[in-house]
Structures are given as C-alpha cells and as structure tokens.
C-alpha cells in the first residue's frame, strides 16, 4: 500500500540550512505537501509542489522533487528558533475524480533548532 | 476569521460515552475531512465529504459517523468511547484541487 517515510527528528544550528527528506511510494500522487505543526497547534500549509515540478521556492523555503526516485525535500534557510515544529511530508492522490484527494501523511519530523 | 473551525478544543470523557466533535469552514469548499492523530503524531484520514456524499472511509469502525447537515458544516459523531480513540481530532477541507486547510485540533481524552 501507498506509504510516506521520513526521518523523525533533526537538530540544527540557528541561521544554518535545514534539510527534511520524505520518500513517497505512490506514483500516482498528483500533488505532494509540506505540513508544518508547532506544539498544541493545528495543521499549517507550509508548500506543496505539483508532482510535474522539479523545484519550487517560497522565500526561505524550497521544495525539490525527485519524481524518478519518489523523493521529496524541504530545505529551510536562515533556520530560526520559530521554526522548531514537526514538518510533515504528504502526497495527494486524488480519489474518483470527484474532487477530494486523499492525503497520506509521513510520521513528521521534528525540527530542534539550537539558539 | 477562523477558516476551519473544531468545538471543542479539549474533550475528557468516560469509556462507553456517546460524543460528538464539530467542524465548520467559512470557504467555501466542497469537500470536508476528518483525520486522527495518534500519541505518535502518525495522521490517519477517517473520511472525506463531498457535496454530503461520503467519498472515503478508511476502514474506520462504524463506532465513528460523520454528519453534514450542510456544506460548511461535517460533524464528528462517535458511540461507545474507548479507550484507543484518546487522540488529536482534525477537521480540513478543500475545494477540488490541492490545498487542505486545517482546523486546530480537538484533543479527545477517554478515560
């Protein structure tokens, strides 16, 4: 069955590049998803590229996608002391054509930036 | 203003107790979810709503039953609480392409 991997935790340093990998297995995913939880809160979209995309850039954010190797990455510049949260990796497939796409969720990444 | 709305925020119950979690979005969208959350922050999707026809239902016991009474609006009904259902409730919803918004969270407890 379809299955979303990525690491669970990672440490950095304050103002270096933080890098969050995710592996996908299903080839159908039309979209794939960067998800962000800070500690209590809800589900924020952080950035999703389109599974025809190579590379997508927002601000400090770019998102890389491998499609040939079904690897997705998030890198993070200038890393602050606010963007300690869990990153969550998705893929979006859409179901049956009637305009829900289900999402499937790595198991988060746990982003500790050191001050 | 809030897009994706969940009441309560915290919920502590009894085993065997019937509740219920509420959902409300102000965008628009067509299609609503709700997903759970695990102890360890693994997201599973419970069911998807679209046009108050259900789309999918993974496998979830029939202990758990949404209800649209319209489309801004997928209830979160759940009979006979157990222990296993203690988790982090979210509500989302999207219209056709690819963004799920999300609500914050309803934390369940069953004691």
């Known amino acids: 069955g379809e299955d979303v991997e990525q690491s669970l935790f990672l440490s950095v340093r304050e103002g270096d590049s933080s890098v969050i990998n995710c592996t996908y297995t299903?080839?159908?995913?039309?979209?794939l998803y960067w998800y962000k939880q800070e500690p209590g809160a809800g589900l924020q979209l952080l950035t999703y590229?389109?599974?025809?995309?190579d590379m997508k850039q927002d601000q400090r954010l770019t998102v890389l996608l491998n499609k040939k190797d079904k690897h997705l990455s998030l890198r993070i510049a200038d890393t602050q002391t606010g963007d300690s949260a869990i990153y969550f990796c998705?893929?979006?497939?859409?179901?049956?054509?009637?305009?829900?796409?289900?999402?499937?969720f790595g198991k988060g990444t746990k982003l500790s930036v050191i001050p | 203003d809030t897009a994706v709305s969940q009441t309560p925020k915290y919920l502590v119950t009894q085993m065997g107790n019937d509740k219920s979690i509420k959902c409300e979005q102000n965008?628009?969208?067509?299609?609503m979810y709700w997903y759970k959350q695990d102890s360890k922050k693994f997201l599973k999707i419970m069911f998807s709503y679209n046009n108050k026809e259900l789309i999918i239902n993974e496998t979830v016991p029939n202990r758990f039953s949404p209800k649209s009474p319209d489309k801004a609006h997928l209830n979160l009904h759940i009979n006979s609480l157990e222990l296993g259902d203690s988790a982090v409730y979210f509500c989302?919803?999207?219209?056709?392409?690819?963004?799920?918004?999300f609500g914050p969270g309803t934390r369940l407890t069953v004691l």
């Open positions: 299903d080839s159908s995913s039309t979209y």
């Open positions: 965008l628009g969208h067509d299609t």
């Open positions: 998705a893929e979006g497939v859409a179901y049956s054509g009637a305009g829900s796409y289900q999402l499937t």
């Open positions: 590229i389109f599974s025809n995309m």
């Open positions: 989302a919803s999207s219209q056709e392409e690819n963004e799920q918004f």
